[in-house]
């Protein structure tokens, strides 16, 4: 019923088989103005009719955008633990103007019969700049998930490095050497520039952490002669405080009297918390 007034618009007055009228006549008047008025009905549908295909472009639209942040959601709960093909399955892949579709694709797809007619050729258009959008966002979340898997992954092999070093002989540097260059080997896999620059950081540094430790475990008093305390705990029978009470095993923590350079990298902190260990086994031995 709604395309009655934009179709008897269109007609106006037919000048075919219809009968007509003298334009300066009563009738022709009347019938000029009925023409006229039919036609401003049919401009004013037209305009409504355009106004609620753009509203239900725009509810569907959203429609689709829910979609796709579920499915997204969806791919990365659901993707391996590297993250490998995520982007894939999701936005598919472009290779020498070939595209291969992916979950994007059907979603999209699925959706351009459901919108308006009058919208349907604009929304088709928008559909590489989403995909394009959307794109970034999985491969940013790959990454991610990368750098998480190459970390954890990285973590695990230090941690049984680090162990065997501190159950191992502190007078075989061969095999203290073999294994720091082995995790080095490791961390020069790694992906992401800046995990590698921090990883090598810390890898120095727990290294000698464990070193130190085996040192502790063997012979204290020499482990405290590496780390530079060694005058510190041979100080009154064995104490480890001077006469005000000072904790004189943490003294000059950083100085130059560390007997091992495989103990260089310790960090301060490291320094401080082992030469009082060594301090304190002493006193117990």
Same mark, same amino acid.
């Given at each position: 019923?709604? *395309?009655?007034?934009? #179709? ?15 334009? &300066? ?6 019938? =000029? ?14 305009? $409504? ?15 689709? &955008?829910? =979609?796709?942040? #579920? ?5 990365? #709960? ?19 103007? /070939? ?41 940013? $979340?790959?990454?991610?998930?990368? #750098? ?18 501190? $159950? ?25 520039? /800046?995990?590698? =620059?921090?990883?090598? +950081? @810390?890898?120095?540094?727990? *290294?000698?952490?464990?070193?130190? $430790? ?13 780390? @530079? *305390? ?9 104490? *480890? ?12 923590? &950083? ?11 310790? +960090?301060?902190?490291?320094? /401080? ?9 002493? +006193?117990? &031995?």
């Amino acid at each position: 019923m709604a *395309t009655i007034p934009l #179709q008897l618009a269109q007609r106006r007055l037919d000048s075919g088989s219809v009968v007509s009228y003298p334009d &300066n006549s009563p009738v022709g008047a009347a019938m =000029q103005g009925f023409g006229d008025e039919l036609a401003a009905v049919a401009e004013r549908f037209r305009q $409504q009719k355009q106004q609620q295909d753009a509203f239900d472009a725009e509810v569907i639209g959203r429609e689709l &955008n829910g =979609q796709i942040a #579920q499915a997204e959601k969806e791919a990365i #709960q659901n993707a391996p633990a590297d993250g490998r093909g995520l982007h894939d399955a999701m936005y598919g892949q472009a290779r020498n103007g /070939v595209v291969k579709p992916g979950l994007f694709d059907k979603i999209f797809d699925s959706t351009v019969p459901k919108m308006p007619e009058s919208e349907r050729a604009s929304f088709i258009r928008q559909k590489e700049a989403m995909r394009l959008a959307g794109s970034a966002r999985m491969a940013a $979340q790959q990454y991610a998930r990368r #750098q998480d898997y190459e970390q954890a992954e990285w973590s695990k092999a230090q941690a049984a490095e680090l162990d065997a070093i501190a $159950q191992s002989d502190p007078d075989d540097s061969a095999t203290f050497e073999a294994i720091r260059r082995s995790g080095f080997d490791f961390i020069a896999k790694m992906g992401s520039p /800046v995990a590698r =620059q921090l990883a090598e +950081t @810390g890898w120095r540094s727990n *290294t000698a952490k464990a070193l130190a $430790q085996a040192m502790l475990a063997k012979d204290p008093r020499r482990a405290a002669e590496m780390l @530079g *305390t060694a005058p510190a705990a041979q100080a009154g029978d064995g104490e *480890t405080t001077g006469a005000d009470g000072t904790d004189l095993s943490a003294e000059n923590p &950083n100085g130059p009297a560390s007997g091992d350079d495989r103990l260089a990298d310790l +960090t301060p902190d490291d320094r /401080v918390a082992l030469a009082r260990l060594a301090g304190v086994s002493m +006193t117990q &031995n």
